[in-house]
């Protein structure tokens, strides 16, 4: 337990020293800064999120910085190393938000490697939110962003040869665990299914700001043309700096129909804790869809709010989250689970 007084010498340290860990619910003080993302592949995003909190920088570029670094793993689920549509083509979605409610987003975006860095110029240098396909493409490379290659990863190539084998649409609860998938591509394609690939990240800065982004290539082998909610303000990601932060992965069709991150965000305003309240959203889902069908798919949620504390919940047993708020303390929560 960190007491307030050693607290308070620590950030008088230094920007580079918080290491806030003596925070619990309901205590008054607040943790921060805090980062926290989806999937194993967090705990890497988080750390380069970390370098910009660390330093006392904005949550915004924190955000962005943090997925870039699994947008640009090639082996990995997120960017142009990640699974095709139904077509071949590696299609993007990304989304991004900070703590004056300015956003953006690209949808159905392709040869591009960093769609969340173009959805931060759309909201930084457009009227818009949101651009789609060959406009969101022409806008990127008028910003200076490289055309890259259309080429599928050695990896993405195998999983969709496999896929074609049967082109079976369906989804795979939980593939980006899949532990029968190595650890460098942890969610390829195998046996003839389709999966989810995408990093959600939300944070608070030094200065109490929140910001998060979100970033995908979709379902894999998804039809040509589909989004899902990573792209969708309110839907995959919402921030509201008087509340709290959140963001989405899993079935994006279910995430969408309940407005789900803005729901996590409006249940924390109403008083729920970020656990609490993503426990709903989810429990919103399963209702909707009834128990048998809800067992199909995964949806979770994971959220921070204004006194940095932390949750996460989904449908199924499976979904993890990383969390970071100190030099030394970033590390995987397994999500709770309904069903
Ligand atoms: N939510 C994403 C989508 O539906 C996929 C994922 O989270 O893996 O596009």
Redesign the pocket.
């Known amino acids: 337990m960190v007491h307030r007084r050693r607290f308070l010498q620590l950030g008088s340290l230094g920007l580079g020293s918080f290491s806030f860990t003596g925070f619990t619910a309901g205590n008054t003080a607040v943790r921060k800064p805090i980062v926290i993302s ?1 999937w194993e592949t967090g705990i890497a995003a988080n750390k380069a999120a970390w370098n910009v909190l660390s330093k006392g920088g904005r949550a915004l570029d924190a955000v962005e910085q943090g997925v870039m670094v699994t947008e640009a793993s090639q082996n990995c ?1 997120v960017g142009l190393g990640a699974n095709p549509d139904r077509d071949g083509f590696v299609t993007l ?1 990304s989304s991004i938000m900070d703590e004056n409610a300015n956003c953006g987003s690209v949808a159905f975006l392709e040869r591009i490697k960093h769609p969340v860095s173009v959805a931060r110029r759309v909201m930084e240098k457009t009227p818009h939110v949101m651009l789609v396909g060959s406009g969101a493409q022409q806008f990127a490379v008028e910003e200076g962003f490289p055309l890259e290659p259309q080429k599928l990863s050695d990896e993405a190539e195998r999983s969709y040869k496999n896929w074609l084998k049967t082109s079976q649409y369906k989804p795979v609860i939980n593939i ?1 665990n899949n532990k029968k998938q190595t650890a460098f591509a942890p ?1 390829r394609f195998e046996n003839g299914e389709w ?4 990093i ?1 990240m939300v944070a608070m800065d030094a200065a109490g700001n929140l910001s998060g982004s979100c970033t ?1 290539s ?2 894999g082998f ?1 039809m040509r043309g589909r ?4 792209p969708i303000i309110g839907a ?1 990601l919402f921030v509201d700096n008087e509340v709290g932060a959140a963001t ?6 279910d ?1 969408i129909r309940i407005c789900g991150s803005h729901l996590v965000v409006e249940l924390m305003r109403q008083g729920l804790s970020p656990e609490a309240a993503c426990k709903k959203a989810v429990e919103r889902i399963i209702k909707i869809k009834g128990n048998a069908k809800a067992k199909e798919i995964q949806v979770g949620f994971i959220a921070i709010n204004k006194q940095g504390e932390y949750g996460g919940y989904c449908i199924q047993k499976g979904f993890n989250f990383a969390v970071c708020y100190a030099d030394d303390k970033n590390f995987m929560v397994d999500g709770k689970f309904l069903i």
């Open positions: 989806t689920c979605d980006e969610t999966n989810h690939d995408t959600g995908t979709g379902m998804k989004l899902g909610d990573s995959g989405a992965t899993g079935q994006g069709e995430v």
